[in-house]
Protein backbone atom coordinates (compact mmCIF):
# COMPACT_ATOMS: atom_id res chain seq x y z
CA UNK A 1 0.00 0.00 0.00
CA UNK A 2 1.45 3.39 -0.65
CA UNK A 3 0.04 6.79 0.93
CA UNK A 4 1.58 9.85 -0.86
CA UNK A 5 -0.85 13.02 0.04
CA UNK A 6 -1.88 14.72 -3.49
CA UNK A 7 -3.73 17.85 -2.13
CA UNK A 8 -4.64 19.59 0.91
CA UNK A 9 -6.59 23.26 1.50
CA UNK A 10 -6.28 24.20 5.10
CA UNK A 11 -8.22 21.71 7.57
CA UNK A 12 -11.51 21.60 5.09
CA UNK A 13 -10.48 19.17 2.20
CA UNK A 14 -7.25 16.46 1.31
CA UNK A 15 -6.59 13.61 -0.98
CA UNK A 16 -4.04 10.96 -1.13
CA UNK A 17 -3.49 7.81 -2.83
CA UNK A 18 -2.95 4.50 -1.91
CA UNK A 19 -3.59 0.59 -3.18
CA UNK A 20 -6.00 -1.74 -1.98
CA UNK A 21 -6.09 -5.65 -3.26
CA UNK A 22 -9.13 -7.87 -3.83
CA UNK A 23 -11.16 -8.85 -0.64
CA UNK A 24 -8.56 -6.84 1.75
CA UNK A 25 -9.60 -5.34 4.31
CA UNK A 26 -7.69 -1.63 4.52
CA UNK A 27 -7.69 -0.44 8.05
CA UNK A 28 -5.80 3.21 8.32
CA UNK A 29 -5.61 6.08 10.94
CA UNK A 30 -5.44 9.79 9.23
CA UNK A 31 -3.92 13.04 11.01
CA UNK A 32 -6.74 14.83 9.41
CA UNK A 33 -10.49 15.03 10.67
CA UNK A 34 -13.23 14.44 8.10
CA UNK A 35 -17.12 14.44 7.84
CA UNK A 36 -17.34 12.99 4.81
CA UNK A 37 -15.05 10.98 2.48
CA UNK A 38 -15.17 9.66 -1.50
CA UNK A 39 -13.31 8.24 -3.89
CA UNK A 40 -11.60 9.13 -7.43
CA UNK A 41 -9.46 6.71 -9.91
CA UNK A 42 -8.39 7.32 -13.55
CA UNK A 43 -8.90 3.64 -14.06
CA UNK A 44 -11.85 2.53 -12.63
CA UNK A 45 -15.23 4.14 -13.13
CA UNK A 46 -17.86 2.03 -10.95
CA UNK A 47 -17.06 2.50 -7.11
CA UNK A 48 -19.74 0.22 -6.15
CA UNK A 49 -17.83 -3.03 -5.10
CA UNK A 50 -15.89 -0.21 -2.27
CA UNK A 51 -17.33 0.07 0.80
CA UNK A 52 -16.76 1.73 4.33
CA UNK A 53 -16.69 0.11 7.43
CA UNK A 54 -18.74 2.11 9.36
CA UNK A 55 -19.84 0.88 13.23
CA UNK A 56 -20.26 -2.41 11.79
CA UNK A 57 -21.79 -1.45 8.78
CA UNK A 58 -20.42 -1.40 5.21
CA UNK A 59 -21.30 1.66 3.05
CA UNK A 60 -20.96 0.92 -0.47
CA UNK A 61 -19.76 3.64 -2.62
CA UNK A 62 -21.89 4.98 -5.38
CA UNK A 63 -20.89 6.75 -8.33
CA UNK A 64 -20.90 10.48 -8.67
CA UNK A 65 -23.77 11.52 -11.08
CA UNK A 66 -22.29 15.39 -11.63
CA UNK A 67 -19.00 14.80 -12.08
CA UNK A 68 -17.18 16.98 -14.75
CA UNK A 69 -17.07 14.72 -18.11
CA UNK A 70 -14.35 15.95 -19.12
CA UNK A 71 -12.47 15.12 -16.34
CA UNK A 72 -9.54 12.82 -16.44
CA UNK A 73 -10.77 11.73 -13.00
CA UNK A 74 -13.75 8.82 -12.53
CA UNK A 75 -15.14 10.09 -8.72
CA UNK A 76 -17.71 8.49 -6.67
CA UNK A 77 -20.25 10.41 -4.27
CA UNK A 78 -19.87 11.40 -0.81
CA UNK A 79 -20.43 9.05 2.19
CA UNK A 80 -21.09 11.83 5.52
CA UNK A 81 -20.91 11.32 8.54
CA UNK A 82 -22.68 12.82 11.27
CA UNK A 83 -19.36 13.34 13.53
CA UNK A 84 -15.82 13.85 12.39
CA UNK A 85 -13.63 10.69 11.86
CA UNK A 86 -10.02 10.07 11.95
CA UNK A 87 -9.56 6.60 10.61
CA UNK A 88 -10.31 5.14 6.99
CA UNK A 89 -11.54 1.48 6.85
CA UNK A 90 -12.11 0.30 3.57
CA UNK A 91 -13.28 -3.08 1.84
CA UNK A 92 -12.87 -3.85 -1.55
CA UNK A 93 -14.20 -6.80 -3.50
CA UNK A 94 -11.44 -5.67 -6.36
CA UNK A 95 -7.75 -5.09 -6.61
CA UNK A 96 -7.54 -1.22 -6.98
CA UNK A 97 -3.99 0.25 -7.72
CA UNK A 98 -3.45 4.07 -7.50
CA UNK A 99 -7.18 4.66 -5.76
CA UNK A 100 -7.11 8.05 -4.28
CA UNK A 101 -8.90 8.99 -0.95
CA UNK A 102 -10.25 12.47 -1.17
CA UNK A 103 -11.47 13.31 2.36
CA UNK A 104 -13.77 16.73 3.60
CA UNK A 105 -14.29 18.31 6.60
CA UNK A 106 -17.29 20.75 6.47
CA UNK A 107 -17.45 20.45 10.40
CA UNK A 108 -17.41 24.15 11.86
CA UNK A 109 -18.99 27.02 13.92
CA UNK A 110 -22.75 27.23 12.36
CA UNK A 111 -26.15 27.34 14.19
CA UNK A 112 -28.01 23.97 14.03
CA UNK A 113 -30.99 24.54 11.43
CA UNK A 114 -32.74 20.88 11.93
CA UNK A 115 -35.80 21.95 13.68
CA UNK A 116 -35.98 24.92 10.89
CA UNK A 117 -38.26 22.45 8.69
CA UNK A 118 -40.20 24.60 5.94
CA UNK A 119 -43.36 25.27 7.55
CA UNK A 120 -44.13 28.13 5.40
CA UNK A 121 -47.57 28.03 4.44
CA UNK A 122 -47.84 29.70 0.50
CA UNK A 123 -49.58 33.15 -0.44
CA UNK A 124 -51.10 34.07 -3.61
CA UNK A 125 -48.15 34.66 -4.73
CA UNK A 126 -46.47 30.66 -3.78
CA UNK A 127 -43.94 32.88 -1.71
CA UNK A 128 -41.26 30.81 -0.78
CA UNK A 129 -40.09 31.11 2.79
CA UNK A 130 -37.88 29.91 5.35
CA UNK A 131 -34.90 29.09 2.91
CA UNK A 132 -31.84 28.83 5.39
CA UNK A 133 -29.30 31.32 3.11
CA UNK A 134 -25.53 30.92 2.61
CA UNK A 135 -24.31 33.53 5.02
CA UNK A 136 -26.02 30.87 7.78
CA UNK A 137 -24.80 27.19 6.16
CA UNK A 138 -21.25 28.47 5.39
CA UNK A 139 -20.18 30.19 8.06
CA UNK A 140 -16.52 29.62 8.50
CA UNK A 141 -16.43 28.65 5.19
CA UNK A 142 -14.05 29.98 2.18
CA UNK A 143 -16.85 32.36 -0.10
CA UNK A 144 -17.05 31.93 -4.10
CA UNK A 145 -15.23 34.81 -5.88
CA UNK A 146 -16.17 34.55 -9.87
CA UNK A 147 -17.92 36.56 -12.47
CA UNK A 148 -21.66 35.09 -12.05
CA UNK A 149 -24.00 33.85 -14.94
CA UNK A 150 -27.54 34.39 -14.86
CA UNK A 151 -29.87 32.77 -16.98
CA UNK A 152 -33.89 32.81 -17.33
CA UNK A 153 -35.59 29.11 -16.40
CA UNK A 154 -37.52 26.80 -18.64
CA UNK A 155 -37.13 23.57 -16.88
CA UNK A 156 -36.33 22.76 -13.79
CA UNK A 157 -34.35 20.07 -13.31
CA UNK A 158 -34.49 17.78 -10.23
CA UNK A 159 -31.51 15.51 -9.01
CA UNK A 160 -30.55 13.64 -5.65
CA UNK A 161 -26.97 13.74 -4.19
CA UNK A 162 -26.41 10.18 -4.34
CA UNK A 163 -25.09 10.18 -0.99
CA UNK A 164 -25.61 8.89 2.29
CA UNK A 165 -29.27 8.37 3.52
CA UNK A 166 -27.84 7.76 7.31
CA UNK A 167 -27.00 11.28 8.78
CA UNK A 168 -29.27 13.65 10.73
CA UNK A 169 -27.18 16.88 10.47
CA UNK A 170 -27.88 17.94 6.60
CA UNK A 171 -26.43 21.71 7.17
CA UNK A 172 -22.79 19.90 7.60
CA UNK A 173 -23.66 17.38 4.56
CA UNK A 174 -24.42 20.60 2.51
CA UNK A 175 -21.11 21.94 3.63
CA UNK A 176 -19.23 19.12 2.94
CA UNK A 177 -21.06 19.12 -0.84
CA UNK A 178 -20.12 22.98 -1.11
CA UNK A 179 -15.95 21.85 0.10
CA UNK A 180 -16.58 18.71 -2.92
CA UNK A 181 -17.94 20.99 -5.77
CA UNK A 182 -15.45 24.03 -5.02
CA UNK A 183 -12.14 22.29 -3.30
CA UNK A 184 -11.91 18.64 -5.40
CA UNK A 185 -13.84 19.22 -8.81
CA UNK A 186 -13.02 22.49 -9.40
CA UNK A 187 -15.77 24.31 -9.61
CA UNK A 188 -16.65 27.74 -8.90
CA UNK A 189 -19.25 27.23 -6.29
CA UNK A 190 -21.71 24.47 -5.18
CA UNK A 191 -23.76 23.19 -8.57
CA UNK A 192 -26.89 23.81 -7.29
CA UNK A 193 -29.66 26.53 -7.31
CA UNK A 194 -31.64 24.81 -4.28
CA UNK A 195 -30.77 21.50 -1.71
CA UNK A 196 -33.47 19.92 0.37
CA UNK A 197 -32.70 17.91 3.10
CA UNK A 198 -34.87 14.75 4.27
CA UNK A 199 -36.57 17.01 7.01
CA UNK A 200 -38.10 19.32 4.99
CA UNK A 201 -35.01 22.17 4.91
CA UNK A 202 -34.36 24.20 1.88
CA UNK A 203 -31.37 25.50 1.45
CA UNK A 204 -29.96 28.23 -0.91
CA UNK A 205 -26.90 26.61 -3.26
CA UNK A 206 -25.02 28.51 -5.78
CA UNK A 207 -24.34 31.70 -4.22
CA UNK A 208 -26.25 34.69 -6.30
CA UNK A 209 -24.08 37.70 -5.00
CA UNK A 210 -26.34 40.58 -5.91
CA UNK A 211 -28.39 38.77 -8.34
CA UNK A 212 -31.08 36.49 -7.89
CA UNK A 213 -31.16 33.20 -6.37
CA UNK A 214 -33.25 30.86 -8.72
CA UNK A 215 -31.61 33.05 -11.87
CA UNK A 216 -27.77 32.39 -11.16
CA UNK A 217 -27.03 29.32 -13.51
CA UNK A 218 -25.68 26.42 -12.08
CA UNK A 219 -23.49 23.46 -12.84
CA UNK A 220 -25.40 20.28 -12.31
CA UNK A 221 -27.26 19.33 -16.13
CA UNK A 222 -24.36 17.76 -18.24
CA UNK A 223 -22.96 21.29 -19.47
CA UNK A 224 -26.14 22.01 -20.76
CA UNK A 225 -26.97 24.61 -17.71
CA UNK A 226 -28.71 27.73 -19.69
CA UNK A 227 -32.19 27.98 -19.08
CA UNK A 228 -32.38 25.35 -16.26
CA UNK A 229 -32.82 25.63 -12.67
CA UNK A 230 -31.61 23.11 -10.32
CA UNK A 231 -32.70 21.31 -7.14
CA UNK A 232 -31.33 18.97 -4.95
CA UNK A 233 -32.77 16.19 -3.09
CA UNK A 234 -30.08 15.57 -0.26
CA UNK A 235 -29.76 11.40 0.07
CA UNK A 236 -29.75 8.27 -2.34
CA UNK A 237 -33.14 7.52 -3.71
CA UNK A 238 -32.77 4.55 -5.67
CA UNK A 239 -33.60 1.84 -3.56
CA UNK A 240 -35.11 4.37 -0.46
CA UNK A 241 -38.43 6.53 -0.67
CA UNK A 242 -37.91 9.87 -0.19
CA UNK A 243 -39.83 11.49 2.80
CA UNK A 244 -42.99 13.12 2.38
CA UNK A 245 -42.05 16.37 4.20
CA UNK A 246 -38.64 16.29 1.68
CA UNK A 247 -41.36 16.08 -1.65
CA UNK A 248 -43.82 18.53 0.18
CA UNK A 249 -40.81 20.67 0.60
CA UNK A 250 -39.61 20.27 -3.39
CA UNK A 251 -43.20 21.33 -4.57
CA UNK A 252 -43.39 24.73 -2.62
CA UNK A 253 -40.04 25.27 -4.60
CA UNK A 254 -41.23 24.43 -7.81
CA UNK A 255 -44.48 25.95 -7.49
CA UNK A 256 -43.05 29.45 -6.16
CA UNK A 257 -40.51 29.08 -8.97
CA UNK A 258 -43.55 28.14 -11.81
CA UNK A 259 -45.53 30.92 -10.25
CA UNK A 260 -42.89 33.69 -10.44
CA UNK A 261 -41.95 32.81 -14.06
CA UNK A 262 -45.44 32.37 -15.28
CA UNK A 263 -43.97 28.20 -16.38
CA UNK A 264 -46.58 25.80 -16.86
CA UNK A 265 -45.13 22.66 -15.21
CA UNK A 266 -47.33 20.29 -17.46
CA UNK A 267 -45.81 21.20 -20.34
CA UNK A 268 -42.62 20.61 -22.27
CA UNK A 269 -39.87 21.55 -24.36
CA UNK A 270 -36.88 21.76 -26.76
CA UNK A 271 -33.59 21.56 -24.98
CA UNK A 272 -30.26 20.56 -26.17
CA UNK A 273 -29.80 17.38 -24.40
CA UNK A 274 -33.49 16.49 -25.27
CA UNK A 275 -36.10 18.13 -27.75
CA UNK A 276 -38.90 17.03 -25.67
CA UNK A 277 -38.29 17.86 -21.97
CA UNK A 278 -40.58 18.41 -19.07
CA UNK A 279 -40.65 21.71 -17.69
CA UNK A 280 -40.30 19.49 -13.97
CA UNK A 281 -37.41 17.07 -15.79
CA UNK A 282 -35.55 14.93 -13.58
CA UNK A 283 -31.49 14.68 -14.24
CA UNK A 284 -31.82 11.05 -16.37
CA UNK A 285 -34.37 13.28 -18.78
CA UNK A 286 -30.88 14.91 -20.43
CA UNK A 287 -27.94 12.82 -18.96
CA UNK A 288 -26.81 9.07 -18.58
CA UNK A 289 -27.33 8.75 -15.27
CA UNK A 290 -29.79 7.37 -12.71
CA UNK A 291 -30.40 10.59 -11.00
CA UNK A 292 -32.42 11.47 -9.21
CA UNK A 293 -32.71 7.88 -8.48
CA UNK A 294 -35.94 5.63 -9.34
CA UNK A 295 -37.93 6.18 -6.31
CA UNK A 296 -37.88 10.18 -6.85
CA UNK A 297 -38.33 10.02 -10.65
CA UNK A 298 -41.39 7.54 -10.64
CA UNK A 299 -42.95 10.20 -8.53
CA UNK A 300 -41.89 13.18 -11.11
CA UNK A 301 -45.71 12.91 -13.11
CA UNK A 302 -47.31 12.99 -9.47
CA UNK A 303 -45.26 15.84 -8.48
CA UNK A 304 -45.77 18.14 -11.60
CA UNK A 305 -49.82 17.76 -11.13
CA UNK A 306 -49.28 18.13 -7.50
CA UNK A 307 -47.42 21.74 -8.88
CA UNK A 308 -49.95 22.71 -10.88
CA UNK A 309 -52.95 21.93 -8.42
CA UNK A 310 -51.06 24.39 -5.95
CA UNK A 311 -50.81 26.88 -8.69
CA UNK A 312 -54.54 27.13 -9.54
CA UNK A 313 -54.58 28.06 -5.72
CA UNK A 314 -51.58 30.82 -6.41
CA UNK A 315 -53.14 31.63 -9.50
CA UNK A 316 -56.68 33.82 -10.37
CA UNK A 317 -58.58 36.09 -12.66
CA UNK A 318 -58.61 39.73 -11.19
CA UNK A 319 -61.88 41.37 -10.76
CA UNK A 320 -62.60 45.27 -11.34
CA UNK A 321 -61.64 47.50 -7.95
CA UNK A 322 -65.14 47.86 -6.24
CA UNK A 323 -65.58 49.81 -3.12
CA UNK A 324 -64.77 47.82 0.11
CA UNK A 325 -67.74 46.75 1.69
CA UNK A 326 -68.47 46.88 5.52
CA UNK A 327 -67.10 43.62 6.76
CA UNK A 328 -68.13 42.01 9.99
CA UNK A 329 -66.47 38.82 10.59
CA UNK A 330 -67.63 35.81 12.37
CA UNK A 331 -65.92 32.46 12.68
CA UNK A 332 -68.48 30.01 13.26
CA UNK A 333 -68.57 25.99 13.75
CA UNK A 334 -66.40 23.37 12.62
CA UNK A 335 -67.74 21.65 9.12
CA UNK A 336 -66.63 19.09 7.24
CA UNK A 337 -67.89 19.31 3.85
CA UNK A 338 -65.58 19.00 0.71
CA UNK A 339 -65.16 22.53 -1.01
CA UNK A 340 -63.03 22.62 -4.59
CA UNK A 341 -61.14 25.34 -5.36
CA UNK A 342 -61.29 28.04 -8.06
CA UNK A 343 -59.02 31.14 -7.55
CA UNK A 344 -61.24 34.73 -7.32
CA UNK A 345 -59.28 38.37 -5.80
CA UNK A 346 -60.31 39.90 -2.63
CA UNK A 347 -58.90 41.73 0.03
CA UNK A 348 -59.57 42.36 3.38
CA UNK A 349 -58.28 40.82 7.52
CA UNK A 350 -59.79 38.77 9.78
CA UNK A 351 -57.86 36.59 12.64
CA UNK A 352 -58.75 33.18 14.70
CA UNK A 353 -56.94 31.54 17.46
CA UNK A 354 -54.57 29.01 17.02
CA UNK A 355 -52.24 27.02 19.44
CA UNK A 356 -48.33 26.75 18.64
CA UNK A 357 -48.89 23.26 18.25
CA UNK A 358 -51.14 23.74 15.90
CA UNK A 359 -49.64 26.83 14.08
CA UNK A 360 -46.17 24.33 13.43
CA UNK A 361 -48.49 21.66 11.97
CA UNK A 362 -50.48 24.29 9.44
CA UNK A 363 -49.61 23.38 5.86
CA UNK A 364 -52.39 25.50 3.80
CA UNK A 365 -54.70 27.94 4.31
CA UNK A 366 -57.94 27.82 2.27
CA UNK A 367 -60.87 30.75 1.53
CA UNK A 368 -63.99 29.94 -0.65
CA UNK A 369 -66.92 31.34 -1.40
CA UNK A 370 -70.78 29.32 -1.11
CA UNK A 371 -69.99 28.15 -4.58
CA UNK A 372 -66.81 26.56 -3.66
CA UNK A 373 -64.49 29.27 -5.84
CA UNK A 374 -61.67 29.80 -3.67
CA UNK A 375 -60.72 33.30 -3.02
CA UNK A 376 -56.82 34.40 -2.95
CA UNK A 377 -55.27 35.67 0.15
CA UNK A 378 -52.45 37.91 0.21
CA UNK A 379 -50.78 36.80 3.57
CA UNK A 380 -50.59 35.53 7.23
CA UNK A 381 -49.30 36.84 9.89
CA UNK A 382 -48.56 34.84 13.41
CA UNK A 383 -49.10 36.47 16.64
CA UNK A 384 -48.64 34.16 19.85
CA UNK A 385 -51.83 32.07 19.50
CA UNK A 386 -53.17 33.87 16.99
CA UNK A 387 -53.46 33.58 13.15
CA UNK A 388 -54.37 37.12 10.75
CA UNK A 389 -55.27 36.44 7.09
CA UNK A 390 -55.10 39.77 5.03
CA UNK A 391 -57.34 39.54 1.52
CA UNK A 392 -58.19 41.96 -0.85
CA UNK A 393 -60.89 44.53 -0.93
CA UNK A 394 -63.33 43.25 -3.72
CA UNK A 395 -65.04 40.63 -1.08
CA UNK A 396 -68.33 40.72 -1.78
CA UNK A 397 -70.79 40.24 1.49
CA UNK A 398 -71.88 36.43 1.96
CA UNK A 399 -71.24 33.19 3.75
CA UNK A 400 -67.68 32.33 3.06
CA UNK A 401 -65.54 29.01 4.22
CA UNK A 402 -62.16 28.85 5.61
CA UNK A 403 -60.19 25.46 5.13
CA UNK A 404 -57.16 24.56 7.21
CA UNK A 405 -54.90 21.67 5.91
CA UNK A 406 -52.61 20.53 8.30
CA UNK A 407 -49.81 18.00 7.72
CA UNK A 408 -51.04 14.94 9.02
CA UNK A 409 -53.68 15.47 6.41
CA UNK A 410 -56.30 16.84 9.06
CA UNK A 411 -58.69 18.86 7.17
CA UNK A 412 -60.78 21.76 8.82
CA UNK A 413 -63.42 24.21 7.62
CA UNK A 414 -65.01 27.19 9.22
CA UNK A 415 -68.39 29.36 8.32
CA UNK A 416 -67.78 33.12 8.26
CA UNK A 417 -70.06 35.62 7.51
CA UNK A 418 -69.41 39.70 5.69
CA UNK A 419 -72.19 41.79 6.27
Not at 65 to 82: A, C, W
Not at 295 to 304: A, C, E, G, P, S
Not at 352 to 374: A, P, R, T
Amino acid sequence: MSNQIIAQNDNIHTSFQLNIDNNQRLIQETTFSFTAIALKSREIDDFSKIGFIYMSDTIYFSNDLHSNENSEYFYSSLIHFDEALKSIELFSQDKIDELEVVLINGSGNYSDFSQRQNQSIQNINCELNGVIQQSEWRAGLPEPSYNRVFTTTENMIVHHSAGSNNISDFTQAVRDIYIYHTEENGWSDIGYNYLVAPDGVVYAGRDPADGKQDEVMGAHFCGSNSNTMGVCLMGNYETVEPTSIMIESLEKVLSWKAFTDELNVLESNTHPLNSNLGVIAGHRDGCSTACPGENVYKRLQDIRVKVDEQLSVCNGEEEEEEESPVVELEIDSILNQKIYPNPIKTDFSFSFNISQNKQDDLDYILVFNQEGKSIKWQNLYFYENKLEVKLPNTLKPGIYFLQTIFKDGEKKSQQFLIQ
